[in-house]
């Protein structure tokens, strides 16, 4: 692994700019949190809205592994698996049991990109492979 020159702005700038999607996710799923009725249990509540901040937390952890320099091409597949099927299982827990405003199951469309665009990214980071 080539040895990288990073000041802390070219990174917080980095940070920032590609982090746009996932923080869009993230607030979906406050959005989510609160149009859930509160008749509903609060553990079914946060589970129902966890699939944007899962989209965040993976985002974070690409970028922890790559700043780390622990990036490692042998671990792309494995994780990808395990974000992929933890996003299709979230989302549709969430669109099956989700007793709130049924529009906001629109708002999955934009998490899809979102996912798409982490997925790329997350591999980039865990690989250290950027174009």
């Not at 700038?13 to 869009?24: D, E, F, N, Q």
């Not at 799923?29 to 509160?38: A, E, L, M, N, T």
């Amino acid at each position: 692994m080539a040895q990288r020159d990073l000041n802390l702005c070219s990174v917080a700038i980095g940070i920032v700019t590609l982090a746009i999607p996932p923080i869009i996710s993230a607030c979906i799923s406050v959005g989510y949190f609160r149009g859930s009725p509160k008749s509903q249990p609060a553990p079914t509540r946060v589970l129902l809205s966890a699939h944007g901040a899962v989209i965040l937390i993976f985002y974070l952890v690409g970028w922890a592994v790559f700043l780390s320099g622990r990036s490692n091409a042998r671990e792309v597949a494995p994780t990808e698996w395990v974000f992929f099927t933890l996003m299709a299982v979230l989302i549709a827990f969430s669109l099956w049991k989700y007793e709130g405003p049924k529009g906001y199951h629109w708002l999955q469309l934009v998490n899809l990109i979102s996912i798409l665009w982490t997925s790329i990214f997350m591999a980039m980071a865990l690989a250290d492979d950027w174009p």
